[in-house]
């Protein structure tokens, strides 16, 4: 009945069918209910009489689908994207760009990269990448070193424009080229829009200009980025100030639609006695001046207030402009300092003091100029609101700290003077729906550090600006704002030994300008990977998201009913991936117990090396003895990578990684010998990664797993591995109708084809 139903143009949902196996009936998904007979039945096991009267979507049906995928989600440990992709703000498919850089293809790399990134250069350098905090190598050697890759792969073609579609004749205005602002820009011309950006300064880049120094961002590495986005046809209009040549609402009467990127630039004061003194500087006032070139003179002895990266930023650039003794007061322990702790530990380097558990009380002056700063001793009490525990003072211990210059760099806010039209929070930032990102203004967007909770990392407004973006895009064509990111399966629960035994590979160390002769300057301190270098850190990635996540049948089912909205909860179970084999990947945290590959194993190979074993959710399809399934009976059929509707069973070519990337599908008859067998050739990026027979049983391993080998740059495979690879090219080839003694090497096989 299920093939009846199919072959009529109608869809019915289902996990554990294929019309070239026996009926199994496992999953339960394609229930439907007949006329006449009181229970659903399952349509893959029922066979189809005349005058039948079939409902294949009831309520009834349709509740008992949801719960169905809800149980399989529920013992479901299969991550669909890694969690690098998850934890990063703009959502780069991660794991994709680090799998093509290990494969040599640094330049794809980039071009991946930039669908969702439009200043990889600059933002491999300063990011202070939630993605790494994520990463699940961290649990052995530290996490892959992503940013220095985004970095490394940037470099690789700084002349990369992605193709931008047709003008569409819609012009928008953009307030601001800092990240947001730049970003969103970008990914207008993209999609065909004219857009013109208005900025304040002389230069665009906002606070990756003015708010990060050279020696971590060089400005003409952020002058290129800003210059490929010209290239696109991205208008920039300098010294175009809101409020003062311009308002949202005279723009709003000019453009189709308006987006506000201003930022966040007063610094926020010390609250304490004394800050107005003569010496008392925010640090991003500071940071913007030197920036700018202007002259700076912070004496010999500077205290810098805050935690963050712009405390950090401000004591290092102190040192740069020749203050001996340049102190950093800071409330809590160095634990929880949210600045990055590789710019701490650089900062120490350089000499920088600390002083922990120590806040500001009182500026002392004399004659209106800053000459110390008194400090009250704390200690930590219990945990606030963010989770870090609350300094409490020391009653009746303070210190004073002598110092010329006192900069506040404990936070910034926006300047809301300049804001016309839009509601504001109490905070002055830009009320904007998170979803959305419109204002309270039709047609009026907003991003970055200027809307809701306010100033955050540079990526975020990165991410702010192209979502903002697809939003705008949506309200000019008048259609529904959909999700920042679809659902997808998340494994909450990961066991980290399961990555016990695995081979260590150290993390990549970046190299650095010596502390003492790097203190003199603002030149660039961090350096970029060699290839060789990001080959081998691009090496270490565990490959967490799913190889099948673009063909994965599962997954459509589980967002079209709403799967994880039940949260079913019971035991689970997760197991390393069988990578043992060189074509093959079994990974059975992903297997739904469809039952496909056991009976493919059995009905299609004969050789029923894969059997289900235990009962219940403990079941599980493995080889005899549970071996490897290199060591196993396996004759490398290909069977069970071709009907397994998710990514428990996967194929894999020789190349170093096999990064999940959509895909194009073509026909392809093989030319290996006279049977001309049918095949779906699946390609990425132009090379074939996958061969799908149209018939299960009549074709053989060469057919499905050649191909790819012969694509793959094989110079850097052993002798031992080649020979490997030839033993397994010839595990099942009993459908082939060729001399198979004179197949001996992998470059007689390559004749073939």
Not at 221 to 243: A, Q, T
Not at 302 to 314: F, P
Not at 374 to 383: D, F
Request: hydrophobic letters at 35%.
């Amino acid at each position: 009945l299920l093939d009846n139903i199919l072959e009529n143009g109608i869809y019915l949902p289902h996990l554990c069918h294929n019309k070239q196996l026996e009926s199994y009936g496992g999953c339960g998904l394609c229930l439907v209910e007949v006329e006449g007979i009181r229970k659903p039945l399952r349509a893959c096991s029922t066979t189809v009489s005349e005058g039948m009267i079939v409902k294949t979507s009831t309520p009834e049906l349709e509740k008992s689908r949801k719960a169905t995928l809800s149980l399989i989600m529920s013992d479901h440990m299969g991550d669909c994207k890694a969690p690098c992709f998850m934890a990063c703000p703009t959502h780069q498919d991660i794991q994709g760009y680090v799998g093509l850089i290990a494969n040599g293809e640094e330049e794809k790399a980039l071009e991946l990269i930039k669908k969702d990134n439009p200043l990889p250069m600059s933002i491999g350098r300063v990011c202070p990448h939630p993605c790494e905090e994520k990463c699940r190598r961290k649990h052995l050697e530290g996490a892959v070193s992503i940013c220095a890759l985004k970095r490394f792969s940037a470099e690789a073609n700084v002349d990369y424009i992605p193709e931008c579609k047709a003008n569409n004749g819609k012009k928008i205005a953009v307030i601001g080229a800092g990240p947001a602002g730049l970003s969103c820009a970008y990914f207008l011309a993209i999609e065909g829009y004219q857009v013109e950006i208005f900025e304040a300064e002389e230069n665009g880049g906002g606070m990756l200009r003015y708010g990060i120094p050279a020696y971590r961002l060089p400005k003409d590495i952020l002058d290129k980025e800003i210059e490929n986005i010209e290239k696109m046809g991205v208008k920039i209009s300098y010294n175009k100030k809101l409020g003062r040549d311009f308002t949202i609402e005279a723009l709003k009467s000019s453009f189709n639609a308006v987006f506000v990127a201003i930022g966040a630039w007063t610094a926020s004061g010390l609250r304490c006695e004394g800050e107005d003194a003569q010496g008392v500087e925010g640090g991003i006032d500071v940071l913007y001046r030197v920036a700018k070139g202007e002259k700076v003179d912070l004496g010999d002895n500077v205290c810098v207030v805050g935690g963050g990266n712009t405390a950090i930023d401000a004591v290092r650039t102190a040192v740069r402009l020749g203050a001996k003794n340049v102190t950093l007061v800071y409330r809590r322990t160095e634990k929880e300092m949210p600045a990055e702790p590789d710019e701490i530990f650089d900062a120490k380097a350089e000499g920088v003091n600390f002083r922990f558990l120590a806040a500001p009380i009182r500026v002392l002056s004399e004659n209106g100029k800053a000459t110390g700063l008194e400090i009250q001793n704390m200690e930590l009490g219990e945990p606030d609101e963010s989770g870090r525990r609350q300094p409490v003072a020391i009653e009746g211990s303070t210190d004073i700290i002598k110092c010329d210059t006192v900069i506040s760099a404990i936070g910034q806010r926006v300047s809301s003077s300049c804001i016309d039209s839009v509601e504001l929070t109490k905070k002055s930032t830009i009320s904007v729906n998170e979803k959305t990102y419109m204002t309270s203004v039709d047609g009026v967007f907003a991003a970055g550090d200027v809307i809701n909770k306010g100033p955050d990392i540079a990526i975020r407004a990165i991410a702010g600006g192209k979502y903002a973006a697809r939003s705008i895009d949506c309200y000019i064509n008048g259609i529904e704002v959909p999700d920042e990111l679809p659902a997808y399966s998340v494994n909450t629960n990961f066991d980290a030994s399961v990555l016990e035994g695995m081979s260590l590979i150290d993390r990549c160390e970046i190299k650095l300008e010596n502390a003492n002769s790097r203190r003199n300057n603002f030149n660039e301190v961090a350096s970029t990977l060699t290839k060789e270098e990001a080959q081998k850190e691009a090496s270490r990635c565990l490959e967490c998201g799913c190889s099948a996540v673009y063909s994965c049948e599962l997954l459509p089912l589980m967002r079209d009913y709403d799967a994880l909205s039940m949260k079913l909860n019971g035991k689970t179970r997760q197991y390393p991936k069988d990578k043992s084999h060189p074509f093959i990947v079994r990974d059975n945290n992903k297997c739904i117990l469809c039952g496909q590959c056991v009976r493919a194993c059995k009905e299609i190979s004969g050789t029923e090396n894969l059997g289900l074993f235990g009962r219940g959710f403990g079941t599980l399809p493995v080889s005899a003895f549970d071996l490897p399934l290199n060591e196993s009976k396996c004759i490398t059929c290909g069977a069970c990578v071709n009907v397994c509707p998710t990514g428990a069973l996967v194929s894999k070519t020789v190349t170093p990684k096999n990064p999940p990337l959509p895909f194009e599908d073509e026909d392809y008859i093989c030319t290996a010998c006279d049977s001309s067998c049918k095949f779906t050739k699946r390609k990425i990026n132009g090379k074939t990664v996958k061969m799908i027979p149209v018939d299960l049983k009549n074709n053989c391993s060469l057919g499905i797993f050649a191909l790819p080998v012969i694509e793959c740059d094989l110079d850097n495979i052993s002798k031992k591995e080649r020979q490997a690879i030839v033993e397994r090219l010839l595990g099942n080839v009993k459908n082939f109708k060729g001399d198979i003694k004179t197949l001996k090497t992998i470059e007689d096989i390559c004749e073939l084809f």
